[in-house]
């Protein structure tokens, strides 16, 4: 079975992305689980979220993969803004058990100079804080394509994250095509490769989601600009063999591709024609 959807605005709440999801051929989707300016967020209406996992058992979605917001930056060098991403996060993860057994993916963060050592720490001593025994949620870490001071823009800093957070199995990673080809992965013509070694130095077991893009620029720029399916430097066959690898079979595909909704719903029927159901 392909799990396929995209990003979707969660502005009317989870039934409307349920629906439009089904508009477009989807059966899971991405959504921010709150405005990335800070403030609080809105409350969860459980009538919604009723009606929403009705429309998902019926049309047997998968997991969905919610994004938490890019300005939360767990090793920021300000302790203010270190503590905006560690309530942000405290306060999503319980506002998303309304929707139990999800994936909540976010972006490591941004060293800003103090180092990459350092900025390992700041993750996972959050991820200390934050992360309980009784979550249903798994948090993703995102690969990162290294723009910046970037953490996570190889498999080995994502490694040492998760090495000293205690809850491993509250944790897993979100593979991002477009970051993993700009960070220097060569899955055009080393999808195996990438793999074994993304086994050996995390275990393939943690990858529990797909970010579905290409990208922009050639492999290793560290840049991350999204391009659509088969327009950028990765090209549409190698993110054919991406959803068909027998590693990856099964896990949810999200496009971040830079579309309008009819735009997001060709790329589904496109992958969906070239994915083989065996
Ligand atoms: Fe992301
Ligand atoms: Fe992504
Ligand atoms: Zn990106």
């Known amino acids: 079975m392909l799990y396929i959807g995209c990003h979707l605005s969660s502005s009317k709440g989870y039934q409307a ?55 939360m930056n767990a090793c920021a060098a300000d302790e203010n803004i270190r503590r905006f991403a560690r309530e942000a996060m405290a306060d999503d993860l319980k506002r998303i058990e309304a929707t139990p057994g999800n994936y909540y993916n976010f972006h490591p963060g941004s060293h800003v100079k103090q180092g990459a050592d350092v900025g390992i720490e700041l993750i996972s001593k959050q991820l200390n804080d934050v992360l309980t025994e009784e979550q249903s949620t798994i948090v993703l870490l995102e690969t990162m394509a ?74 290793g720029a560290h840049k991350d600009r999204h391009a659509k399916i088969g327009e950028g430097h990765i090209g549409a066959d190698a993110l054919i063999n991406v959803i068909n690898h027998p590693k990856l079979r099964g896990l949810p595909v999200i496009l971040e591709t830079p579309n309008d909704i009819d735009g997001y719903a060709n790329e589904i029927k496109f992958l969906r024609e070239n994915y083989s159901d065996n």
């Open 146 to 219: 290294g723009k910046g001071s970037e953490v996570g823009r190889n498999f080995g800093e994502l490694r040492e994250i998760i090495d000293r957070t205690q809850l491993k199995n509250k944790l897993g990673v979100c593979f991002d095509t477009c970051h993993v080809w700009d960070g220097g992965y060569d899955i055009v013509n080393d999808l195996d490769g990438v793999l074994e070694e993304f086994d050996r130095i995390i275990g393939i077991d943690m990858l529990k989601a797909i970010h579905l893009n290409d990208s922009m620029n050639p492999c």
């Open 17 to 71: 992305m349920g629906r439009q999801a089904v508009d477009i051929d989807a059966n899971t989707f991405a959504f921010f689980t709150r405005n990335p300016r800070g403030g609080s967020a809105k409350a969860i209406d459980m009538d919604d979220v009723k009606r929403f996992l009705e429309l998902s058992d019926e049309k047997c979605f998968g997991k969905l993969v919610a994004h938490a917001p890019y300005t």
